[in-house]
């Protein structure tokens, strides 16, 4: 009888509709394992009724628990907490430094994107064409490249800068950089804010989960870095800054 039920159960989970409806909050993913652990759950409590009535029972009260999770894409206990899974997490950054160096070489750095790989790990690329752009990132561990195309949103010269991802990028991406003179008028203090976006639907939350972590930790890291470059001979150079090297 046990294996008659868990052949009509499996059956019927070929017919279930993985579309996100109104009410769902649960993605597709874990709706699976909802599944499969459910099925396997009532199968083992029903099978272990007999011999263990209680085990059995509560065993199989756990198994239509999950099951009517997985076949529903709807969880109570994540509704009377608020958690929601279908929805893909951004991450947002938020950091502010100060530089040693004049506020205007450092915003025009800054503007030209193509310098942003230079200190950014997490930029493979950014090719401008104008006010539009084209950035490829690197992912943890190099495994796969994630192109998009940006524009330029605001500017106001030497004070912000501010670019957003195009409609129909795989990743939205938006970001702003305010730019300010340090008390004594050597130096600048960068507040910056970076945002990554993965689109909805399973592909996005496989990339939220590939980013979370490592993936934010690399672009924070990138931003820290920017005050060592501009001690480097390279950002010294573009903003005619070198030292002759002391005697």
């Given at each position: 009888m046990s294996n008659e039920l868990t052949k009509e159960i499996l059956s019927g989970l070929k017919q279930l509709n993985f579309s996100k409806s109104e009410d769902q909050n649960i993605d597709?993913?874990?709706?699976m394992l909802s599944l499969a652990s459910g099925?396997?759950?009532?199968?083992?409590?029903?099978?272990?009724?007999?011999s263990h009535?209680?085990?059995g029972?509560?065993?199989?009260?756990?198994?239509?628990?999950?099951l009517y999770r997985g076949a529903t894409g709807v969880c109570p206990v994540y509704r009377m907490i608020g958690k929601d899974t279908t929805d893909p997490q951004a991450i947002?950054?938020?950091e502010n430094i100060t530089v040693n160096a004049p506020r205007e070489k450092v915003y025009q750095f800054w503007r030209e994107l193509a310098n942003l790989p230079k200190f950014m790990t997490h930029l493979k690329s950014v090719e401008e064409r104008g006010k539009y752009s084209q950035w490829v990132?690197?992912?943890p561990g190099n495994l796969i490249d994630l192109s998009w195309n940006a524009e330029i949103t605001r500017e106001k010269e030497g004070e912000y800068l501010g670019w957003q991802s195009m409609k129909g990028s795989k990743i939205d991406n938006a970001g702003k950089i305010e730019f300010s003179d340090t008390l004594n008028e050597t130096g600048t203090e960068l507040h910056i804010e970076i945002n990554y976006f993965p689109p909805a639907g399973s592909i996005g939350r496989g990339l939220v989960?590939?980013?979370?972590g490592g993936f934010e930790k690399m672009i924070k890291q990138d931003i820290q870095n920017f005050k060592h470059y501009v001690e480097e001979a390279d950002f010294k150079q573009y903003a005619?800054?070198?030292?002759m090297p002391q005697m």
């Open positions: 597709a993913g874990e709706r099925t396997y759950l009532l199968y083992k409590g029903l099978k272990n009724i007999g009535p209680f085990l029972l509560q065993g199989a009260a756990t198994g239509c628990l999950l947002n950054i938020t990132a690197n992912t989960s590939l980013f979370n005619g800054l070198d030292v």
